[in-house]
């Protein structure tokens, strides 16, 4: 990339606060360009979009327990230009080789009693990112009593959001429906405010706003609306958290960091899909040797069977179907430690004559949750969860699915990175479940192949309103949180559970590429999968899990959306109708060079039957409602 020259125009008048002070900058390109500036003693910002106006007097600053950084403030220093690049892989993900370029510029901002803190500031093409830094010296911990930023509009709009979940014994877990919300600054309706990732549009640009590079020292963010003052307001968790225990509030020592604020922007939706502005944001890789990290595919028996994890010969029917496929794993869910007929270690044995690597299940409680479900009080000591990984190392278990995590207070988010860095150590993938969305761990510690934070297939088995809702929630997520990382739908069902569903066979195969996961758990029963013509069993066979390149084609949150996705040299294409009327598509395949063909499973005559058009010149589909197609290039 050829990079054009920053422009900075500083105006500080004067260092009173009463004097308004001024700081702009612009992203390499000028697409971004932001100005910063004091008003009665508050500093704000606006941010412009390829000239069209995004934010409009949001604010800035915080409160810590020991000085007041909202108010009476004056800028006393902005660093020099400072422009950077960075390429880094990735281990799972929709693109593994990631270059990203942009500018960086600190603000040190003075308050009233003279302490200082700094504003940061990231500018890349189609996005941004901002945190405060603190950097003082001092052995003393000091807490966030309130982060005053806000998310302030230029223009009204609509938005896709999640409702923030009240605590419960199982939550909040970010398992909510998004929402389409035609009035900007609407209150939740579970009154907890709104999660992020959130996708708003404001008149032809979209902005999807997420918060990223946590280490141990922070705690997650959401944001209540505030609909006289026309703004986001951003939250600290609910006290009453994993069962009322831990401060809401993160606390650390001097120096310290907050999280990122980051904001993909775009004039379409490929920028969007594209954004991998979490993982920019995020601590470098921290692992020396990640060649045992091997992403993949994996059967799954407690959704067609809650029962079957304590049941030898019923795991060993989901080893077999995993091995038929050529699915690399097998995951083996709650209370395997109450196995009958056969133990874990036989198991095992069993697996690796099968070539298939066994996932275990654990409780990541702990004090912080009161779910019966077992092995638990393992994952939350360091020496006991050490301890536990070694022996699944030297029983041969390939990774771990923790689950039960039900806040984002400081104390439980710091679980994360240490749950990660213990299990690297003994070569053990992890797969967070009822858990924080994607904060851009995957890059810091790519052993973390997954994360569930979304309202998955499993709701079929216990969430009534999940079959009429399903369609709609999966054409938005592509677009919010599997944007963020990895996402552990758990797609892919024929067979209906204890909840039947109305998306279709081609539906439910689309979203095998739609969603991506660097374990894809099938959720699927033996059966279902037995059941389906041998051209799609072939498809799920071959599926990556990770890919190289993806291609916004069409499509609207709430209505449709089709992507592509490149692995190798190889397109699959996917998509979805969220809506329940027949569609007919044409879809745009030009940006593939040369001669290509297309294999096409889409809809048949009935929802659950498939079309199957092998070697088509092109790509034209017609789609029941509630339907899908999927479509592999071979040149």
Known sequence: MKLSVITLLISLNSCKQEQAQEITFSSLNNTIKSKIYTQEGFLFYDLYFE????????????????????????????????????????????QLDVTASGIQKRITVQNESGKTFDVEFQLYDYGYAYRYVFPEQSEQEVSIKKDVSTLKFAAEGKAWLMPQAKPTKWGPAYEQYFEEITNLYEKSPTEEGWCFPALFKLNDTYALVSDAGLDTS???????ANSREKEYEMVFPNQAEAEGKYDTNPSHTLPWKTSWVTVALSKDLNEIVNSNLVTHVSEENQLQ???????????????????????????????????EMGWEYSLVDANWNKMKGGDIENLVKYANSKNV????????????????????????????????????????????????????????????PEILKDAADFEILVNFHGASIPRGWARTYPNLVTIESVLGAECYSFKKTYTQR?????????????????????????????????????????????????????????????????????FLRNVPTTWDEVKYLAGTPGKDVILARRK????????????????????????????????????????????????????????????????????
């Open 568 to 635: 190798g040299d190889c397109w699959y294409f996917c998509g979805i109708n969220g809506e329940d009327k027949a569609k007919t598509w044409t879809v745009d395949t030009l940006f593939i060079e040369g001669e290509a063909y297309f294999d096409i499973i889409s809809d048949g005559k009935s929802s659950r039957s498939f079309n199957y058009s092998p070697k088509a010149k092109s790509i034209e589909v017609t789609v029941l409602p509630y339907g899908g197609f999927v479509a592999r290039c071979n040149k």
């Open 218 to 224: 922070y705690a997650g963010l959401h944001f209540k």
């Open 357 to 416: 690597g066994l996932l275990l299940w654990y409780n990541s409680g702990g004090p912080h949750n009161t779910v019966g479900e077992e092995p638990r009080d393992k994952m939350h000591l360091k020496d006991i969860r050490r301890a536990t990984f070694k022996k699944l190392h030297d029983w041969g278990i390939k990774g771990v699915k923790v689950d039960f995590f039900q806040s984002d207070k400081q104390k439980i988010l710091e679980l994360y």
């Open 289 to 323: 040797n990640t060649s045992w990290i091997a992403p993949g595919r994996a059967s799954w028996s407690w959704l067609a069977d809650h029962d079957s994890p304590q049941d030898f010969n019923k795991l060993k029917e989901y080893v077999d179907l995993a091995s």
């Open 51 to 94: 000239s069209d106006p995004v934010i409009k007097n949001a604010k800035l600053g915080i409160v810590r327990s020991d000085a007041d950084f909202s108010k009476e403030l004056s800028i006393k220093y902005v660093s020099k230009d400072s422009s950077f690049t960075q390429s880094y892989k990735l281990k799972t993900g929709k």
């Open 470 to 538: 399903a369609p709609v929630n999966n054409t938005i997520l592509p677009f919010t949180r599997n944007v963020i990382g990895s996402m552990d739908y758990t797609p892919v069902l024929f067979l209906d559970n204890k909840m039947p569903h109305i998306t279709s066979y081609a539906h439910e195969l689309a979203l095998s590429v739609l969603f991506e996961s660097g374990i894809q758990h099938f959720g699927g029963s033996k059966e279902g999968y037995e059941s389906i013509p041998a051209y799609a069993k072939d």
